[in-house]
């Protein structure tokens, strides 16, 4: 029989199941219509979402300095630049949170542990200086300014320069020098900590890193970018101005790059400074602070004057695999994620150990066990060579102490150098917060060169 509409309709109407058949056949084209339409208003409403990132319920500008109000714009983002708070252990960093009592002093009923119980020899590494009465582990943005002003370090006097990464100061900057953040940054870095500290209102935040007109990237900090003209210089870039010549790949690993790097503070004007004229690569900086004739302080025990390494993050990934493939610091600690038909960034800022799948798993997509283990094997290794560098250190600074009324002020001098070369190496290392994984090769051969430096500060002694 052919089939026919006329003979269709005419079984379907005149069978005994007609009318259920006729109800089957409107509900599902009433259903079908409803989907339809749905489909329609949801993909119009991603549409519009895809074109307005953002929810504009206020306006920002130069002067919307407390990140809660770029929130009610950025919500997404902004719920997860909160959880900076948060204090989560991974294998070699993070934070463990340990409550501590209150006093008018240090109202602080939370603080991450400490460093110094964790690994004694730190405290003969220091000796002398302020980081042997108090160091601890590094909690998230949300508490870089207590924990600056409250450290016991600060007992000390610590200069105003110490706030320019631990702060939002740009908006301090721009007050200070009537507009002109250059004049501002060197006032500030003037002022001792305690007088710069009354300026200081937030930690990290919106505005140090973005423009309030269209939210692109920027570089906020001077230090760094003088830092930046004068390393491009030595590559013989001349005038290079970072926040004009600088790709958007790039300017997601330089807003990072603003403080987790190596400093030192220049003159009586204690003026923040990145030693990037010879390089990037922690002998090249040795280097730059040995012509110079720089150092922090004098070792307490052998009277050596010696290097404090602050944290080269930046230094150390810009030597590494990631750095020349072209992966910026954002793309591993604040992942791109989905939330609806928007992408935005996530502003927690966390070790991607913690959620490597997001993390690493874009460009390496395979499990997430087998990611955490190469990460594993990294850092293993390398937390195995910094304690064989570790006490090779330790064992020169030993013997320098006992041969200070022994050997001649030649030999000793002689010494001191090896000590001072070999304890700013290793402290390259140990104060990058990666244990190794920025860069593994080139932290396995900095901590060698500090082996090297300690033997031969010891044979010298002999």
């Not at 990294?378 to 200070?404: G, H, P, W, Y």
């Not at 070369?421 to 593994?440: K, R």
Request: glycine share 6%.
């Amino acid at each position: 029989m052919k089939f026919s509409i006329k003979n269709f309709l005419k079984n379907f109407t005149e069978s005994p199941r007609a009318g259920r058949n006729l109800v089957i056949l409107l509900v599902g084209s009433l259903g079908l219509g409803i989907f339809c339409a749905w489909l329609v208003a949801d993909i119009a409403t991603k549409r519009e979402q895809g074109r307005n990132a953002f929810f504009r319920v206020t306006e920002i500008t130069e002067e919307s300095h407390d990140p809660a109000i770029w929130g009610q714009n950025f919500p997404y983002q902004f719920a997860s630049y909160k959880k900076t708070a948060d204090m989560n252990r991974t294998r070699f960093g993070g934070s463990e949170a340990m409550p501590r009592t209150p006093t008018s002093a240090d109202p602080r009923s939370i603080v991450s542990q400490s460093k110094l119980e964790e690994d004694p020899r730190l405290v003969s590494m220091w000796a002398g200086y302020a980081f042997s009465k108090d160091f601890r582990e590094e909690r998230g943005h949300a508490y870089m300014l207590e924990d600056q002003i409250y450290t016991e370090r600060q007992k000390v006097g610590q200069p105003g320069t110490c706030s320019n990464c631990h702060a939002s100061v740009y908006p301090v900057y721009k007050k200070l020098g009537d507009g002109d953040i250059m004049k501002g940054f060197h006032k500030l870095n003037a002022m001792p900590y305690s007088e710069a500290k009354e300026h200081l209102k937030h930690p990290v935040a919106c505005i140090d890193c973005h423009v309030p007109a269209d939210m692109s990237l920027r570089v906020t900090r001077p230090a760094f970018i003088e830092g930046m003209k004068r390393f491009k210089a030595s590559k013989g870039i001349k005038n290079y101005d970072v926040n004009t010549m600088a790709s958007r790949k790039e300017m997601r690993s330089y807003v990072c790059g603003q403080c987790h790097v190596e400093y030192y503070f220049k003159g009586k004007e204690k003026t923040l400074t990145y030693p990037w004229d010879n390089g990037q690569r922690a002998d090249d900086i040795y280097a730059y602070y040995q012509k110079i004739g720089f150092a922090d302080w004098t070792h307490a025990k052998t009277k050596a004057k010696v290097l404090k390494a602050q944290h080269p993050e930046f230094e150390m990934y810009s030597q590494g695999l990631h750095a020349r493939s072209g992966v910026a610091c954002a793309d591993c600690h604040m992942p791109y994620e989905r939330q609806g038909n928007i992408k935005v960034t996530n502003h927690h800022v966390k070790s991607p150990y913690n959620d490597v799948q997001a993390s690493c798993g874009g460009c390496h997509p395979i499990p997430a066990n087998e990611l955490k283990a190469r990460i594993d094997i990294i850092q293993d290794n390398t937390a195995q060579m910094r304690n064989i560098a570790f006490d090779a250190l330790i064992a020169l600074i030993k013997d320098i102490e006992v041969a200070s009324d022994k050997k001649s002020a030649a030999s000793l001098e002689k010494a001191k150098a090896f000590q001072r070369e070999a304890q700013f190496l290793f402290d390259f290392v140990e104060a990058e917060n990666s244990m190794g994984f920025h860069a593994p090769q080139e932290a396995m051969r900095v901590l060698g060169l500090s082996i090297d430096a300690s033997r031969k500060g010891q044979v010298s002694l002999r």
